[in-house]
């Protein structure tokens, strides 16, 4: 009677070596831009660059190393990782486990490839947690130089406000003096007095946005709140000016965000294969307070000692529909993911393109806004010699004053807009590795070697529709 059974199994055991449902998962076709508006056209890709060549103080370096080793999102990401690669083991060894010893133990056959599926996606999750860890390094990266350009800009604005403020107070308690004396009007003492209460209110503001942003810095590097250690004066150059972008073809190959989206989608495939298979008959082998052999040649034999087999062969046709119907869950989950990856790649085209446009635009600002400030001194120099010498008001002197003020701290929010946009580039266009490095970047372990598996083609047995795309 056992040999009956086996031997009307053997059409169904014989094809399990190499049948594997479910569409092969075939990376998307995007069609890139041809070009970026490259706003330099010499010198390597500003992403190929590592951040402590792009970054130039060695103040900014030391907070964005501190951030990479103790910022504590991607102190998560990097178990996310490790729960992925958890996952990956117990995976592919329900996929390679073919030998039981026990009182009551069970051996399901992959006749259809669903075990190899699960294992493909559990693969690809794995390295989508993989680029979500590199995508959260750079994103820390380039929120540190953010912030930290911001902390430089409000130094820079504090100080303006700061000599504004003593300028102010020496000019009030001139005004005051010749008040006294009977030279000029109360009204230019206390149009005096009221723009020194403002350039005294920026420094407050100043000093109050500082500490803030001092926290704000402290709460990336995973730390309580702390006074950060300057480098650079803002003026002095935090970043390269010379910035050129690459080519949009690597940006698919580059950019964390992408490469996540792909992998998800890889995954989601698989996922395919595995309700593909459920629709057919699976084989499972059951033994009970024995032995069992991992050869099924060795169950026409009567070396196989176990008490009894039996075939799941009639679940899935009583389920037929329902079956059915979770291969069209998985696809049109498949399909979701598919224009997600889409969209992922147009929103990186779309975040490049905007930062070059940021950086081009910002560049003539800055210029514009330095001249506004040479020409508002000058302004304000003439209009007090004119004061002085009685041949016009002293509402022309605060007009003067308070338009030199504003640009001054217009010129230095321009100048960190503009290094900010180098930073957004530099984030836009996955920064940080070099493909020719990879140690230039903070990364996962890569996958041991006996956690890869190469894809494993359909076999010409499988049923219709396995293994088409």
Known sequence: MRRLLALALLPIVLPAGGCLLGPNYEPPQLEAPASFPQPATTGAAIA????????????????????????????????????????????????????????????????????????????????????????????????????????????????????????????????????????????????AEIEQADAAAAVSRFERLIAQSENALSFLLGRNPQAIPRGRALAEGQVPLEVPAGLPSELLERRPDVLTAAAQLHAQTARIGVAEALRWPTLGLTAAGGLESPDLSDLLTSNAAFWNIGANLFGPLFEFGKNKRRVEVERAITEQLLLNYEKTAHNAFREVADALAAIRFLREEVAIRNGQVESATVAARLSRARYDGGVTSYLEVLDSERSQFQAELQAT???????????????????GWNPEDPQAMPRAEPVPEWMREPAEPASQDAP??????
């Open 48 to 191: 190929n660059l590592p951040w402590w060549e792009v970054y130039q103080d060695p103040a900014l370096q030391e907070l964005i190393r501190i951030a990479i080793a103790e910022n504590q999102d991607l102190g998560i990401a990097i178990w996310r990782i490790e729960e992925a690669r958890a996952r990956y083991g117990v995976t592919r060894a329900d996929q390679w486990n073919d030998f039981a010893v026990g009182l009551g133990v069970a051996w399901e056959v992959d006749l259809w490839g669903k075990l190899r599926r699960l294992t493909e996606a559990a693969r690809a999750e794995l390295l989508a947690e993989e680029e979500n860890r590199r995508a959260i390094t750079i994103s820390l990266v380039a929120e540190v130089a953010r912030e930290y350009l911001l902390l430089r800009d409000l130094d820079a604005q504090l100080d303006i406000s700061q000599r504004t403020l003593a300028s102010r107070q020496d000019s009030t308690r001139l005004i005051a003096e010749r008040f006294k004396g009977g030279i000029v009007p109360e009204l230019d003492l206390r149009q």
């Open 464 to 469: 219709p529709g396995a293994g088409a795309n």
């Open 413 to 431: 929010e321009a100048l960190r807009q503009q290094y900010a946009a180098i930073v957004d580039l530099y984030l836009a266009l996955g920064g």
